[in-house]
């Protein structure tokens, strides 16, 4: 039997949720939140672009230099985004050191265009890593590696991580990505991006209470210097807590968001 009109929903009609991928070596914005986004599109408008320096982005940002320098250029793609669609307010949802930290430099440059925002794993804010993922050793059970170490138990995921490590294989090995990718941790400038005290903008902070990249103390510390936000550690999760815990995730998201 057909839908009724009823049961149509418009999305043009549904708040606008903005969805920045995490910073891992060969990751899009598709595949970051391929776990979440179907459920995720049942309340929200999702927008989910490639950050400069991966997916469709990938040779975008070049003479780019450390963390700040890749979180604030990114920010300015994203106020650009919104320009072109047309909007003047949206909730927002990054991961990690990418999406995370761009999120951070958004509310800071432009805070009228973000109403509430949900920053996963630190969002950046930790100390940079002591060598960069993959590239050190470019080969498929390097990234195989490095991926299994986002997920809580690797084993509950032995399928989709063997799928994203072709994948992102493919991706990571794309002329200009390695250098963009070294450039993103590059110890050349301030950490973190922004002043974390003058962000209003409230903001509930994600946490895998497994998380192996990134230790919960580091959201702690981000939500200490946050003015108006809270942290929630999720039990039984890895970095990738939407993979690890995607109900939870979108409950944890969808709540927040809706209040």
């Given amino acids: 039997m057909p839908a009724s009109s ?5 999305t043009d009609e549904l708040p606008v949720l903005l969805l920045l991928h995490g910073g891992g070596p060969g990751v899009d914005a598709e595949s970051n939140w391929t776990s979440v986004r179907s459920r995720l599109s049942d309340r ?9 320096g991966f997916g469709t982005q990938i040779t975008e940002g070049a003479g780019l230099e450390g963390p700040r320098a890749w979180a604030l250029a990114r920010a300015r793609q994203v106020v650009d985004l919104l320009d072109r669609e047309g909007l003047e307010r949206v909730h927002l949802v990054g991961n990690s050191a990418a999406g995370g930290a ?8 432009a805070p009228d265009r973000i109403e509430r925002a949900v920053v996963m794993g630190g969002a950046g804010t930790g100390p940079l890593p002591p060598s960069v993922p993959f ?20 084993s509950v995921h032995v399928e989709l991580l063997d799928e994203l490590a072709d994948l992102r294989l493919r991706q990571a090995m794309r002329p200009g990505a390695e250098q963009s990718f070294r450039s993103m941790f590059a110890d050349v400038d301030g950490h973190p991006p922004v ?15 497994c998380d192996l990249v990134s230790p919960v ?5 981000l939500v200490d210097s946050l003015p108006d936000a809270r942290l ?11 993979v690890d815990r995607p109900d939870e995730f979108c409950s944890q998201v969808g709540e927040f968001l809706s209040s």
């Fill in 6 to 10: 009823d049961d149509v929903v418009d």
């Fill in 44 to 52: 929200f408008r999702c927008l989910a672009p490639d950050l400069l």
């Fill in 102 to 109: 761009a999120a951070l430099a958004l509310m800071s440059m």
């Fill in 135 to 154: 590239y050190d050793d470019p080969t498929r059970q390097s990234m195989r590696t490095v991926l299994g170490r986002l997920v809580a138990d690797e």
């Fill in 195 to 209: 002043d974390l005290t003058k962000i209003t903008t409230p903001v509930l902070a994600l946490h895998g209470e």
């Fill in 217 to 221: 103390e580091v959201s702690e510390r």
């Fill in 232 to 242: 929630k550690v999720v039990a039984g999760a890895g970095h990738w807590i939407h």
